[in-house]
């Protein structure tokens, strides 16, 4: 146990020598620290260590720790409260919002401590909940900080509260440097406030054993000056040792530099292309000017690490080849630095960390592409807030390219341009929906992990595995069509399987011949503002679509409605044997119902109004 | 408090001179219900008397009695069992279904007898609920059978359990024969049930005081020989006496010939038109070919009733004009005889009693017709489970021809034909939602009664009327249009009002033009397979649109964008003067919030399990 006097200077806040002179102000935040420390010090311990961590703000002032039960179907949060001031808000949001947020608040009016589940309206404005979700379990002074412990249940019964469900989470903190008398009188607008997003539910995979002949390679940073710009990509070419023979890499994990923890915002290796001998050496900002434009060849992907993700194992019946003839030597590391507070001159080794072994195992793992073809047919409408775009992987495609005994998708990295909202994969079979591959209903562009499914999906030839994406484009005046350029869109599942098989590429897009009777169509209802003559451009024609209820509804029903082109491809260039163009759209006769998340009512354990953590006397 | 013996034998049930004779079955059940009736006859009387009564099956076993708490948002029930067996079921579902039915169960397994709050699957077999919403209060032998008292909230938190809202509710109810050993062990499927629609939320209206000079006047069946068949229209015509003159109608009530509460299941009283002289006499079947054809002429309503409602007051600054000059002598009475188990030989005289002053009141009411003219223009497609149509009273119609003071909207009654499913229609003014003038989420063509508002609607130049109608044509292959024929549809709710105006009809249609555009392009993605020459119907044409989801989504899209033609009409055929070809859709840009149901978690003071009401003990 601490003694308060050494708590108060850990949290910066005024001695005992100091506090005579204190005013009243910090004589009461003093005293409700050193109370609510006395208070609740002695509370049970946390069930099970914290196997998760991360930074929340950019100076490190919070940290969350935190671990999931599957079976009591509930979080334990352990927030780590360096120098605290007057209080602070820690929650969940749809998007990282402070307004609509899910909020637990430890907050002084200035006498007394509290601890209080509440949420936040549109307006910012804090209220209590009517319901205890949050439970507090302890709050201890440690060396470090202020340590608060608390539960919350995946789902609760209360409509004001945030669904912790698979996939992104939106946590939000705010900091309070003053004492407010009601908890009403606090607006998460005036306050510090910030976002972090992070995957809460991550996969309790077990750890597979390390072979002996386990050996690492580094490949890092060279001690990179960050740029003192909120976001830079840093690309850095290195090569695999010459006579590098074929391993299997088994497992990856993340090194950082120390002190850089809340700046390095993620990571990945790519593996450049075995077609050209050599690539130039390069270390610099991605979007340099002076980068050569053969490194565009390097991104078949080897590694990817992003905030809070652990070390990646891959299942220990399965490896990613790399080395020996045929593969590339050379790797490309991109490094986003997140930099919002503009620090200037930290230098940076951060990097990946690649254990492989020279003992093949069973099966080579592969990445295999699923979604929309990156063409502008696909196309989202401007002003929209929740349009949704759908791509296919066929059974004639799984049937012709699969093996007897299938693949098993065990990882899955979900990717959209700037204005993704949510991605789903779903597998169906003989025209029912029996499973989802992955879903992310809180998906951001900005974080995009590769994610160990929770249980691995077997896929069949003669599958079909339908990937839906959710756009927003309320800030949009143009459709926003399908293509490379990070203003058009992508909807794309990279997932990892074994064995690994010759498919590399299961895309569709709707077919090009029914999009153009769609114009006809907008020319017919409209005046004749969309050019349908060959040599408009299909981007040239989705700009002169006037956009109106019935413009956009019709496309909506031609792409639930007309036939697909799919690409069923070894590589990004050749195709299985076949015939891919106008290609029936899968019927999916049933779908998968939603599950309604069974709340659990805990007012039953958890007080009804804030739990007063201690209470203060004004003067000491 | 009655003798034991008495109330079995009221039920039905052996007495005690029968018991030793009595097989162990009945024995069984026999001690159930008067061990049953020992156990709780001391609980708590209701709160407060039932002011709303009706018989649940045809046979009037069943009686069910409420009351409403808009307070404590719930519902008290009583339920009469007149000669129980071995239990009985109640309950709310969707459409009156016996499989998905929220349900309470009164049963015993032949020793013990319980009373639990469950459901029934898809199925038709029960489940015991996780959380017991319905709460019983009383268990009560009368000389009139027993007496079941509970109460259940609007809304719990239970996703099993059926949300009370305003509009028709589907009571459902079984019998229990035997003893099953366990709640599970109960499926619908092979049980005698039935249904009964009510409203079970309806307005708590002040009455008015009747003004001494009220007179009544009985318009009724003349001794009628119901049918010995399910369904009855009976048509009568009668007329008022020579010289009636001006009077108001300030109250109506059904009179039912005692014993024929079961079969009368609704009632009307029409005005003939005025344009015609006399009218000839008739009492029989409305689809008789004896009946006159100019009684279609007679479809003024004077008066609704249906089963279950009460005396229908106006408000104390209106009522209905007739009598005097420039309106009808003649008034058509329409008797619906429900007669599922077609007995034969009933005589009935019921009809309705008028309640009328020659002291006029300050305003006339009104009815006014909103929703969608009766063409063929507006279309549901076929194999469809939940389609809608709507129809707009528009700002520039209710600009012409409403006061400035406005109307005032005091009941409503809902009309559909066979496939309607849900009817609503909100008030918009400058271009927000405002308030729902009438909602019905479970509408049946079958149970059409004029309701009173929960609270009066104002209505102001410039305001918006938006009635939309929700349909199920999953069992019909072809298209659905509007018109008059039973087998066409319609959406309109009938308001009733005051100050009466000119304004009879405010109702829209797509614009036909547009239409001719959409059967345009579904030539273009289809074979040319519906003919757009000037010789064919629109019903021809729908008729011959191949269905699939891209000509059922453009259709969908048509009527959300295309323009209007409206009906502002002082009569069915007079227009009010203007444009009214081609009109905007009017634009709602915000729309009112579903309000998320407060769930009450009866958990807190319910038992989890079922009540065990008695136990008993094999053999009395």
Redesign the interface.
């Known amino acids: 146990m601490q003694a308060p006097s050494r708590q108060c200077r850990r949290a910066n806040l005024p001695g005992p020598n100091a506090r005579e002179a204190a005013s009243m102000y910090g004589t009461a935040v003093a005293i409700f620290l050193v109370i609510l420390v006395a208070a609740l010090q002695g509370s049970a311990p946390p069930e099970s260590p914290f196997p998760y961590h991360i930074p929340l703000d950019p100076e490190g002032v919070l940290e969350l720790s935190w671990n999931v039960s599957y079976v009591r179907k509930d979080v334990h949060f352990q927030l780590l409260v360096h120098g605290l001031q007057a209080g602070v808000l820690f929650g969940m949001s749809d998007r990282g919002e402070l307004q609509g947020a899910d909020l637990v608040v430890l907050w002084t009016d200035g006498g007394s401590a509290y601890f209080a589940d509440a949420w936040s309206d549109q307006k910012g404005q804090i209220h209590l909940d009517a319901q205890q979700d949050y439970q507090l379990l302890q709050a201890q002074g440690t060396p470090d900080g202020l340590s608060l412990l608390f539960k919350r249940s995946f789902a609760t ?1 209360d ?1 004001q509260d945030y669904l912790i469900e698979d996939g992104t989470v939106h946590l939000v903190y705010g900091i309070l440097e003053e004492p407010f008398r009601s908890l009403e009188a606090i607006n998460t607008s005036g306050l510090q406030t910030g976002l972090q997003r992070v995957q809460l539910l991550k996969a309790e995979v077990r750890t597979p054993a390390m072979p002996p002949d386990t050996h690492t390679m580094e490949i890092r940073a060279p001690d990179v000056l960050i740029p003192g710009q909120e976001t830079t990509y840093w690309c850095y070419i290195t090569e695999l040792p010459p006579g590098f023979s074929r391993h299997h890499i088994i497992m990856y994990e993340a090194v950082i530099t120390e002190g850089n923890e809340a700046l390095v915002h993620h990571m990945e290796v790519f593996q450049c292309a075995a077609e050209f001998e050599t690539f130039p050496l390069f270390s610099g900002p991605c979007d340099s000017k002076m980068k050569p434009e053969r490194l565009n060849y390097c991104r078949h992907v080897l590694a990817a690490w992003a905030l809070g993700a652990k070390a990646f194992y891959y299942p220990e019946e399965a490896g990613v080849a790399f080395g020996g003839p045929g593969s590339s030597r050379y790797l490309r590391l991109e490094v986003h630095y997140h930099n919002p507070l503009k620090i200037q001159g930290r230098r940076d080794s951060s990097g990946i960390r690649l254990h492989y072994t020279a003992t093949l195992r069973r099966f080579n793992a592969g990445i295999m592409e699923l979604g929309l073809v990156y063409t502008p047919v696909m196309a989202i409408p401007p002003h929209e807030t929740a349009f949704m775009l759908t791509g296919y992987c066929t059974d004639k495609c799984t049937q012709l390219a699969l093996p007897p005994s299938g693949i098993r998708i065990f990882a899955s990295q979900l990717h959209t341009h700037l204005t993704g909202r949510k991605v789903v994969t779903v597998l169906a079979r003989d025209g029912q929906e029996r499973e989802i591959v992955n879903r992310d209903n809180h998906y951001s562009p900005h974080f995009q992990e590769i994610r160990m499914l929770k249980k691995m999906v077997s896929v069949y030839p003669g599958d079909v595995l339908v990937t839906s994406c959710t756009y927003n484009t309320e800030d949009r005046k143009l459709a926003t069509v399908g293509g490379f350029g990070i203003l058009e869109e992508m909807c794309v599942n990279y997932i990892h399987y074994y064995p690994q098989t010759e498919l590399e590429l299961c895309k569709s897009a709707v077919d090009a011949g029914f999009l153009q ?1 769609y114009f ?2 907008v020319n ?2 409209d005046s004749e503002g969309v050019c349908t003559c060959p040599q408009a451009s299909v981007p040239q024609q989705f700009a002169s679509v006037p956009w ?3 413009n956009r ?2 496309l ?3 792409y ?3 036939p697909i082109s799919m690409h069923c491809n070894k590589s990004s260039a050749i195709r299985f044997q076949g015939e891919w163009d106008l290609q029936p759209l899968p019927k999916i006769l049933s779908t998968l119902e939603e599950p ?1 998340p069974q ?1 659990s ?1 805990s ?2 354990q958890s007080p009804s109004g804030p739990t007063r953590v201690s209470i203060g006397r004004g003067r000491g």
Chains 1, 2 share one sequence.
């Open positions: 019964c409509p009777k006809h169509l017919r209802f109106n209820s019935f509804d019709v909506k029903a031609l639930d409605f007309a309604t709340c009512a007012q039953a």
